[in-house]
């Protein structure tokens, strides 16, 4: 099983950027998939972002201003939040997929092993 550490969360105005950061507790091959997700109070778990390898996938809501990316080397994925808006408001999660075809369901959290604990990301108006 993988521990997955989030950091970066925090308070900021809307228009405004942050950089979540997620540590792996094992080496994650780039051939696996990892995922940033959230999930707001009364609202159900979004797939925000994923990556395999090279490719990218983002939810249409924050596609042009977040960023996913990673770092093998030191078992490390990143999200980079830009304009960021009141709705982006939530919890933010990163999970791990390691399973043979986990690219076809890059932001689908049922798809996914291995969760955080998450960090607050909170957008005031």
């Known amino acids: 099983q993988v521990q997955l550490v989030e950091s970066g969360g925090g308070s900021v105005q809307a228009g405004g950027s942050l950089r979540l950061s997620c540590v792996a507790s094992v080496y994650i091959d780039s051939r696996h998939c990892m995922g940033w997700f959230r999930q707001a109070p009364g609202k159900e778990r979004e797939g925000v972002a994923g990556i395999y390898g090279a490719s990218t996938d983002y939810a249409d809501s924050v596609k042009g201003r977040f960023t996913i990316s990673r770092d093998n080397a030191k078992d490390t994925l990143y999200l980079q939040m830009n304009s960021l808006k009141p709705e982006d408001t939530a919890m933010y999660y990163c999970?791990?997929?390691?399973?043979?075809?986990?690219?076809?369901?890059?932001?689908?959290?049922?798809?996914?092993?291995?969760w955080g604990q998450g960090t607050q990301v909170t957008v005031s108006s």
């Open positions: 999970a791990v997929n390691r399973a043979w075809g986990c690219w076809k369901y890059l932001l689908r959290g049922d798809s996914y092993n291995d």
